[in-house]
């Protein structure tokens, strides 16, 4: 894997929640193969489809809204742009109409519980994020094809290599923590300035620029509308959104119309402790309701941990008044590569190594980007990223009702509280004496995913998912 290639781009897609690696990724794998079919026969002679779901995709895909994503990537739509009131709806219009318009072209049958298989007992060896799906055609011959969700929204077709873009000449290739530190000493640069640099060999800086602002404000209006949006999230566990309630209660029952008036009232309630911990929680809380709502969210680094990040810089933009786009930038651009370095070392995905691979990886991204923004040193970056993911080592995934709602969506919280501790305590501490590197500890944590009980993965077989035992509806 030393050769993978990742950009802030791939780190950070935009997207609808509640998975990346159950919803987004099955969605690209779907768009993809019809792309395929479209390559190696006419639309017009399809007959028919089938999609077999297997493993993690299998067992917790009903709540992770697996079923759902394949049906509209199936259908030409796209993720980034699709109304997202309109993802429920239509999956329904598909079901009840036993329809579905394969690449928004060809109209063929589709009967929902025969043509959309669950195998919760099968699984591939690659990964346990597999799905296949079978195009039929009316010469009697078929395609079939394999793909892996393997976290983040990456997907692998099988038999492909794992690498995310095309080979280009990197100025500064980083595998590793102490890679990136070598980088950062020869040439002086920051890691956000290195990252920028890197881009340059896939896009000019203004599109990386245009392309990392446009993440930012997916990010704003997802914190925005989930804090002023309230009411019950589907799925069946009749769980109430508590980030809009939060919201009225801070500012003691104040509407604002637009978000930049809203973070001037919130900025004006002053820095206590206690004030700014609810905000945190708050910002959190509203995007990752927003994520177990089919909302747009965006993959920082997974759908599942989408809050984490959004959440600790909307308390840096806020309570250290830094609403600039250079900083902005600054901070996602080191966030971005802190998250690579742990694809490339470990994994991303939990149904791979649990919740660790996603919460933890957010709270590192994020204490590093924070560090850098308030003024740290590259060590003090890589220090910060390491007291995160340290302490949340372990961390098992075990939604309740395979849903990414109990819990994940308080597990955000914790993720953006511990990622700002993190960050403080490196700033106040000298990184030369460290003990422990972030290489060890994305060593450690691949361990830990190698080590942990199958069931723990995103499985809803173990944990809390079976303390609570529930028949839940179809979302």
Same mark, same amino acid.
């Given at each position: ?7 802030i ?11 990346s690696?159950?919803?987004l990724? /099955? ?5 993809r193969f019809?792309? +395929?079919?479209?390559v190696?026969?006419? +639309?017009s002679?399809?007959? =028919? ?11 917790t895909? $009903?709540?992770?809204g ?8 199936l259908?030409?739509?796209d993720?980034v742009t699709?109304d997202?009131?309109?993802?429920l709806p ?22 929902y $519980?025969?043509? %959309?298989?669950?195998?919760?007992? @099968?699984? +591939?060896p690659?990964?346990?994020n ?8 009316d ?12 976290g983040g ?17 990197? /100025?500064?290739?980083?595998? #590793? ?9 020869r040439?002086? %640069? ?5 990252? !920028?640099?890197? @881009? ?7 599109? #990386?620029?245009d392309?990392?602002?446009q993440?930012f404000? $997916? ?5 925005y ?5 309230s009411?019950?999230l /589907?799925?069946g566990?009749?769980?109430e959104?508590r ?8 500012l ?16 004006e =309630?002053g ?6 911990l609810?905000?945190v929680?708050c ?12 909302g ?17 810089l909307?308390?840096?933009i806020?309570?250290?008044d830094?609403?600039?786009?250079d ?9 971005s @590569? ?8 470990a ?5 791979m ?6 919460? =933890?990886?957010s709270?590192a991204?994020?204490?590093g980007a924070? $560090? ?15 007291i ?5 080592l =372990? %961390?098992t995934?075990d939604p ?20 700002? #501790?993190?960050?403080?305590?490196? %700033?106040?501490?000298? /990184? ?5 590197? !972030?290489?060890?500890?994305?060593s450690?944590?691949?361990d830990?995913?190698?080590?942990m009980?199958v069931?723990?993965? @995103?499985?809803a ?8 035992p529930?028949?839940l509806?179809?979302?």
């Open positions: 894997m030393a050769s993978e290639q990742i950009s781009f791939d780190m950070f897609k935009i997207g609808i929640g509640p998975s690696s159950h919803t990724g /099955p969605w690209r794998a779907a768009q019809v792309e +395929l079919l479209k190696q026969k006419n +639309l002679q399809l007959v =028919g489809i089938k999609i077999l779901l297997y493993g993690s995709l299998a067992k895909g $009903t709540g992770h697996t079923d759902i994503a394949v049906l509209l990537g259908s030409g739509d993720p699709f997202v009131y309109q993802v239509k999956v329904e219009q598909i079901k009840t109409s036993n329809q579905i318009v394969i690449g928004n072209e060809k109209v063929i049958s589709f009967k $519980t025969e043509d %959309l298989l669950f195998l919760y007992t @099968e699984s +591939l690659f990964h346990p597999a799905l296949t799906f079978q195009a039929f055609f010469d009697e011959t078929a395609i079939s094809q394999t793909y892996y969700s393997i929204g990456f997907v692998v077709q099988e038999n492909d290599s794992e690498g995310v873009l095309s080979e280009v000449d990197l /100025p500064f290739p980083v595998h #590793t923590a102490q890679q990136l530190m070598v980088w950062c000493m040439t002086g %640069l920051k890691i956000s300035e290195l990252v !920028l640099e890197n @881009e340059l060999a896939w896009r000019s800086e203004k599109e #990386t620029k392309g990392v602002l993440i404000n $997916t990010l704003k209006d997802c914190i509308k989930g804090c002023h949006t009411g019950v /589907p799925g566990l009749h769980v959104r980030a809009a309630k939060l919201n009225q209660r801070l003691k029952g104040k509407a604002y119309s637009n978000y930049e008036e809203w973070m001037a009232s919130i900025r =309630g820095k206590d402790f206690g004030y700014i609810d905000w929680s910002f959190a809380l509203a995007v990752n309701e927003e994520n177990a709502s089919f747009r969210v965006v993959t920082a680094p997974t759908n599942g941990a989408a809050g984490v990040i959004p959440a600790v909307q308390y840096y806020t309570f250290y830094c609403y600039s786009e900083k902005i930038i600054q901070f996602i651009a080191t966030a @590569e802190i998250g690579s370095i742990f694809k490339k070392g994994t991303i995905s939990a149904a190594g649990g919740c660790q691979a996603e919460i =933890g990886v709270s991204m994020a204490a924070l $560090t850098e923004c308030l003024g740290g040193s590259q060590r003090q970056v890589l220090m910060a990223a390491e995160a993911m340290e302490h949340h =372990g %961390l995934c309740i009702g395979g849903l990414v709602q109990i819990p994940c969506i308080e597990r955000n919280t914790m993720g953006a509280i511990k990622a700002i #501790t993190a960050a403080q305590l490196a %700033l106040q501490s000298n /990184p030369d004496k460290a003990k422990v590197s !972030l290489d060890a500890v994305v450690t944590m691949w830990t995913a190698q080590d009980n069931k723990y993965k @995103e499985t077989d173990g944990g809390l998912a079976i303390q609570i529930l028949s509806p179809e979302c």
